[in-house]
Structure formats: structure tokens, C-alpha cells
């Protein structure tokens, strides 16, 4: 088990450039979710995939974010046009459904986005 | 609407002492509560979670937590508190009837003292 990872681990970019992230799942896991996280708040919820198919998106996730899950394996997460406002870690996590309704997820480290 | 309340910023605990962080909630129906925490420069871990049935759960590294539902409140215990489980901790909640949304808390950064 090699946990999830997440690339890049950090990125700085200029506003107005465009930034895709990656996430990679562990292996057996068919769901994933995306979450950005401010300093000093809890991660926020931002998109959900059960295998490829996208089943919840927040309100947070603008017209300007998008999410793709193309082969039910790992994911990336783009963000166009960025404003220093989306300066943030983006958080991916993954889990399978156990025996029971509900399970927990596993996260990932990371990406430390930076917007100047 | 959904919502998780941690209300206090930081606990400060002396070791071998038991230690409790708090945490309220509001949801729709039925809910699933789940404590993380985070250590510095690493992801997010799971520690326990309530879906139904005991309303006191045991979890990770000697913690439990205990599910009040008159209080709506699943505040996280430990009997005898270690410097090691200095970290920040968050109590996340997901409702029944909410979707795969999960809520998490604003977290609550524990301090334990040698």
C-alpha cells in the first residue's frame, strides 16, 4: 500500500496562468474526492468521483475548476484563470466501501498552490 | 445545511493526563462522524468514526469518542494523554441524507506538555 500521492507538491504561478494537478489513488480504491484546505479551516469539500463518473460537485467549484477522473484511476483537478484568491492546498483522499454504509478516507499530502 | 463545530482553537494538556477535544454538529437525519488528525508536514489520518450502534467508539492510538445525540455532540477522549499526540485534530461530519459531502471542522490544535 503506497498511500496516496499527489503531484506536484507545491506550485507557484502567476494569476491568470492556468495549474492542473494530479491525483493518484490507492490502487483498490474506486472513490475520490478533492478538497482545498486555508490556513486555520478544516479541508472544504470541492468534488466527489465514484469510479469515472463525477457524482457531487460543491458550489465552491466554480467555472473555473474542473475535475477529471477519465479512467477511474487517478485524477486531476484544473483550475483556469487563477486569482490569488485560490491560493490554497488542494487535498485529495480515496477510499472503498467497506462492510459497511460508510468509510473513512485516506488522504494525500498535498499540493500547495501559491498564486502571486 | 450541514455543519461542524470544533469550539475551541486549542487544548493544552499535561502529559498522563486525559484530554477531551469537542465537537457539535448539525445535520439532516442521521449522522456519520468521523475524528482525523493531522500531524505537521503529513496528511490527514483517520482515527474513528460513528455510523450506528455503541455510542462510544474506539479508535486509533487509544482514542475514543462518544456520540451524545440529544447534544448532537461527538467529543474525542483519550484516558492518559502522550506528548506524541500533540497534533491538530478535526471532527468531520457526513449526513445521511447529504450526499458524499463530507463537513469538517475548523480542527483544534492540541498541546501536550511533558
Known amino acids: ?116 | 445545511a450541514q455543519s461542524v463545530a470544533q469550539p475551541e482553537d486549542q487544548v493544552n494538556v499535561a502529559e498522563g493526563n486525559p484530554l477531551t477535544v469537542k465537537c457539535t454538529y448539525s445535520v439532516s437525519g442521521n449522522p456519520y462522524l468521523f475524528w482525523y488528525v493531522q500531524y505537521p508536514n503529513r496528511g490527514l489520518q483517520f482515527l474513528l468514526k460513528y455510523i450506528t450502534g455503541d455510542n462510544l467508539v474506539k479508535g486509533s492510538y487509544g482514542f475514543e469518542a462518544e456520540f451524545n445525540k440529544s447534544q448532537t455532540s461527538f467529543h474525542l477522549k483519550k484516558p492518559s494523554a502522550l506528548v506524541s499526540d500533540s497534533a491538530l485534530y478535526f471532527c468531520a461530519v457526513r449526513g445521511i441524507l447529504g450526499g458524499f459531502k463530507t463537513i469538517f471542522g475548523a480542527g483544534t490544535r492540541l498541546f501536550v506538555k511533558a
Not at chain 1, 500500500?1 to 474506486?30: A, L, W, Y
Request: proline share 5%; glycine share 8%.
Open chain 1, 1 to 116: 500500500d503506497t498511500g496516496v500521492s499527489q503531484n506536484p507538491r507545491h506550485k507557484i504561478t502567476k494569476r491568470g496562468q492556468n495549474v492542473t494537478f494530479r491525483c493518484d489513488p490507492i490502487s483498490e480504491h474506486n472513490r475520490l474526492y478533492w478538497y482545498r484546505q486555508t490556513l486555520g479551516q478544516g479541508p472544504e469539500f470541492l468534488t466527489y468521483f465514484q469510479n469515472e463518473a463525477q457524482l457531487e460537485k460543491s458550489r465552491l467549484l466554480s467555472d473555473r475548476f474542473s475535475a477529471e477522473r477519465p479512467k477511474g484511476s487517478f485524477s486531476t483537478l484544473e483550475i483556469q484563470r487563477t486569482e490569488q484568491g485560490d491560493s490554497a492546498m488542494y487535498l485529495c483522499a480515496s477510499s472503498v466501501r467497506d462492510r459497511g454504509p460508510v468509510y473513512e478516507q485516506y488522504f494525500g499530502p498535498g499540493t500547495r498552490l501559491t498564486v502571486t
